[in-house]
Nanobody, 117 residues
Framework: QVQLVESGGGLVQPGGSLRLSCVAS????????MRWYRQASGEGRELVAH????????NYADSVKGRFTISRDNAKNTVYLQMNSLKLEDTAVYYC??????????WGKGTLVTVSS
């Protein structure tokens, strides 16, 4: 059974930091590209960051470049999202996604990040 479990969300003040984690089980993690998406209330899902299976390439949405960092530890089956200089508009549910290609894709259930003073 495939599971992706996100954690690390919470309430943080503007300018603060959070580190999200997503632990995968039931898949050969090192073969999957990993992505973080987010969805604010009433909005569509937005791609935030992407890391390739080997970790040698990353991409970010323009809205988070320079503030967020995606990384992975294939030995721990875990992908991370370090979020710094958080803004009110970063408030959303954050989801991780594992993508093998060939239509093989799995999602976690999300973790809520609330940025508020």
């Amino acid at each position: 059974q495939v599971q992706l479990v996100e954690s690390g969300g919470g309430l943080v003040q503007p300018g603060g930091s959070l580190r999200l984690s997503c632990v995968a089980s039931g898949i050969t993690f090192r073969l999957y590209d990993m992505r973080w998406y987010r969805q604010a209330s009433g909005e569509g899902r937005e791609l935030v960051a992407h890391i390739t299976s080997t970790g040698n390439m990353t991409n970010y949405a323009d809205s988070v470049k320079g503030r967020f960092t995606i990384s992975r530890d294939n030995a721990k089956n875990t992908v991370y999202l370090q979020m710094n200089s958080l803004k009110l508009e970063d408030t959303a549910v954050y989801y991780c996604d594992a993508d093998r290609g060939y239509g093989i894709q799995y999602w976690g259930k999300g973790t809520l990040v609330t940025v508020s003073s």
